[in-house]
């Protein structure tokens, strides 16, 4: 079945500072879309980016991620992280036409002052 | 916006009881709705995923004697945890998407089931 791995644990990052959280896959499916979703404490888990197009690049908030199939990667990068930032970022992906979503284990992201 | 509305946001129920749980779709229509729990660890499983015009498909583990699922329409679901035990207890999300989004899911905040 599918599989996906994220940077596991706490990843701590100084405010103002890139941070990049890693998010590799398996799957035997051609059709596939990645997901990064954020979730802060006590919310419902936030779409911030989506993909399916390998090597363009997708913005969004800051973020930005590019599938790359070649290495089956959708890492989630940001060049200048801010205090707000801190939360649960998890890395998803959805083969086939289905709408089943296989989340990796998530990482927790804090920035610091 | 896609919204995702989940009730109760927490509940107790007593060991062996059973508790109901409710997921509303407001701006999109509701296609597809996945039901995961979410451990203490914050690890997502998911349960089941039901798709309009096709039967409701359980992951292993999760069997539909103990987490029968209802989805009635396109803005609305159900979930009961039948016979409540503490390995039950976790935030259960709800996750709904539409064929025009590509089947983005969408979640809600979570029911929190606590089982005393």
């Known amino acids: 079945g599918d599989s996906v791995t994220q940077t596991e644990g706490l990843v701590t990052v100084t405010e103002g500072l890139p941070v990049m959280l890693n998010c590799t896959y398996q799957?035997?499916?051609?059709?596939?879309?990645f997901f990064w979703y954020v979730q802060y404490l006590n919310e419902a888990p936030k779409l911030l980016l989506r993909s399916s197009t390998d090597n363009k690049r997708t913005e969004h908030q800051g973020f930005h991620a590019t599938l790359h199939k070649s290495s089956s990667s959708f890492h989630l990068q940001k060049s200048s992280v801010q205090l707000s930032d801190s939360a649960l970022y998890y890395c998803a992906l959805r083969g086939g036409s289905n709408a089943k979503l296989t989340f990796g284990k998530g990482t927790k992201l804090s920035v610091k002052s | 916006g896609a919204l995702v509305y989940q009730y109760p946001r927490r509940t107790i129920c007593k060991s062996g009881t059973s508790m109901r749980m409710e997921c509303q779709a407001v701006g999109f229509q509701a296609t597809s709705v996945a039901w995961y729990r979410q451990s203490p660890q914050k690890t997502f499983e998911l349960i089941a995923l039901s798709t309009v015009n096709s039967a409701i498909k359980y992951e292993q583990n999760f069997t539909q004697e103990k987490f029968p699922i209802s989805h009635p329409n396109l803005s609305f679901s159900s979930m009961t945890v039948l016979n409540a035990y503490l390995e039950d207890r976790g935030l259960y999300l709800c996750?709904?998407?539409?064929?025009?989004?590509?089947?983005?899911?969408?979640f809600g905040a979570g029911t929190r089931l606590s089982v005393l």
């Open positions: 996750g709904a998407g539409d064929w025009s989004s590509q089947n983005t899911l969408y």
């Open positions: 799957t035997a499916y051609s059709d596939v879309a």
